[in-house]
């Protein structure tokens, strides 16, 4: 098992950064890859990116490609989302997820253990 804890979120202006961290603990190394996922108001959960554990290797959802990073801390066990040149779209709550490691998907369902959540809030 693992379980994940956000920080980081808050409120900023268009064009703005935001730096979210994912805190995990329990099985973590070798076992599972992480990502990120948001979900706005009325709107579905969306894929924001992931990464591997091991390799390092991230993906990301079309929107965010070029202005967000996804990476990785094994010693402290943490993923990071650097979020920059950020939309008002981009509100959202922002969820770090972890799946079994080298499932690769980005369904939100084959996801197994999951955050709280933390609130992003860009204003125009």
């Known amino acids: 098992q693992v379980q994940l804890v956000e920080s980081g979120g808050g409120l900023v202006q268009a064009g703005g950064s935001l730096r979210l961290s994912c805190a995990a603990s329990?099985?973590?190394?070798?076992?599972?890859?992480l990502g990120w996922f948001r979900q706005a108001p009325g709107k579905e959960r969306e894929f924001v990116a992931g990464?591997?554990?091991?390799?390092?290797?991230?993906n990301y959802a079309d929107s965010v490609k070029g202005r967000f990073i996804i990476s990785r801390d094994t010693a402290k066990n943490t993923v990071y989302l650097q979020m920059n040149s950020l939309k008002p779209e981009d509100t959202a709550v922002y969820y770090c997820?972890?799946?079994?490691?080298?499932?690769?998907?980005?369904?939100?369902?084959?996801?197994?253990?999951w955050g709280r959540g933390t609130q992003v809030t860009v204003s125009s």
């Open positions: 997820a972890a799946i079994d490691v080298g499932r690769d998907s980005n369904r939100g369902t084959d996801f197994g253990f």
């Open positions: 990464i591997s554990w091991i390799s390092d290797t991230a």
């Open positions: 329990g099985r973590t190394f070798g076992t599972y890859d």
